[in-house]
């Protein structure tokens, strides 16, 4: 099940396992991505806080934790090469896989129908 954050960010979760990585809408907003900055594995986040950044040839932004957990792994293909983000964000260019710490957060997320209206 893929939901969506209102920072443009995404979730897929498989069990208590989630993939994290920034939306279409977001990287599109972007532009062609340079950089990313990942979080380091074992960090904790809550719901919305900053995980990372994202750098493209217009601006800097911060990427959010959709639901709270733990950093299990991070995209290493993402970091030699961030315009995995570009060509693949909501598949190859995921940042992070983490262990959720609140699942029912998810439930306050967006569905894909309800987020592409949101991001319009």
């Known amino acids: 099940m893929t939901r969506y954050h209102a920072e443009h960010?995404?979730?897929?979760?498989?069990g208590d396992?989630?993939?994290?990585?920034?939306?279409?809408?977001?990287?599109?907003?972007l532009g062609d991505i340079v950089f990313v900055e990942l979080p380091a594995i074992g960090a904790?986040?809550?719901?919305g806080s900053v995980l990372g950044v994202v750098e493209s040839v217009k601006a800097a932004a911060d990427v959010h934790m959709p639901a709270s957990g733990t950093v299990l792994e991070?995209?290493?293909?993402l970091r030699a090469d961030p315009s995995l983000a570009n060509t693949d964000p909501e598949g190859a260019g995921w940042f992070c896989k983490v262990t959720l710490s609140q699942p029912s957060e998810l439930s306050d997320l967006m569905d894909a129908a309800t987020y592409a209206g949101f991001a319009g």
């Not at 960010?9 to 498989?14: K, S």
């Open 9 to 14: 960010t995404w979730v897929r979760t498989e």
């Open 74 to 77: 991070l995209n290493e293909d």
């Open 17 to 29: 396992i989630a993939w994290v990585g920034i939306t279409v809408h977001a990287q599109e907003t």
């Open 44 to 47: 904790d986040f809550a719901q």
